[in-house]
């Protein structure tokens, strides 16, 4: 998917058409079957005439109790800016962004969706379609290693098949990671595939393989607030410095771009002054110490 390019106009009209409407009157209330992993081959990001040099991007977001206004953030003006900032700072070509909605596999019914990549508004007309399911378990970890695992061995992409050019995936909640990804939760929610239980570093390592994985902690969610060492401390020894606080969800989009922008290169100091305002300064706060392009990854 992704056959076409991203339109201001499309986007501010869709904006205004949600303005005066609840969260209840935007998104689903069940899972829609478009979006159901259980039923996909394989999502597709490839190269066209309009887009030429794709680039994947998946943002995939917690939406369970604590976390379900990350959705709404991204559907209210967040999609608009990502994509945009992208093209306006170009620290990648062509984007195709794909949204996740995640959530706790061991208590949850839908605890993974998942939209087409695409280019174009038909990317908030899928988000629109999340079943902002609002549970979660009692666990201390939500199911973040689903979408790695879905990005690695469901998506075709021409970025890595065509320029070995790995695509961008961010996971973004306020718990810890899960120890272990179990086959009975892939052949329940992803329709099958695995044999035996993997360790979550192992998922890690195997999207790791054609994704560039980030991890965004959010500070502002009722899990952190209360065990924000736990969260920072589990994260840390899995991602190392890709794992990433950040204490406003409304700058989330503008985080993504600015590492974008250091994986390419870019001094995250200078990216992080190159935005406005108050922005500059959260931006400087959550990049710091952040090193490319080594991924520590600890075994055990």
Known sequence: MGYARWSHDDWDHYVR???RKSIDE????????DLDPATVSFRESRDSAENPLST?????VDQ?????????????EGLGTLVESIYERKPVTDPHVMCMALGDAWAD??????????????????????????NGGGNNFES???????????TRCDAWLKRSKKGFLFTVGDEPPP????????KKFLGGGLQRNLSTVEVLKLASQTWEVF???????SYFRTRPRQTKEGWSKLLGRRSIALSDHRHLSELIVSIMQVVQGENPEQVAHSWPGKTAALLLQALQGLCMPALPILIG
């Open 179 to 186: 120890p272990e990804l179990v086959a009975a939760h892939v």
């Open 109 to 134: 019914r839908s605890p993974l969706q998942v939209t087409q990549f695409e280019a174009d508004i038909r990317i908030a007309e899928q988000l629109a379609k999340f079943y902002i399911e609002g």
């Open 26 to 33: 935007i998104f689903s209330h069940g899972l829609d079957p």
């Open 215 to 221: 991890h965004i902690i959010t500070e502002e969610g």
């Open 144 to 154: 973040y290693n689903l979408p790695w695992y879905f990005a690695a061995t469901r």
């Open 17 to 19: 058409g949600n303005l």
């Open 64 to 76: 369970t109790g604590s976390m379900g206004f990350l959705a709404e953030s991204l559907i209210r």
């Open 56 to 60: 994947p991007i998946i943002v995939a």
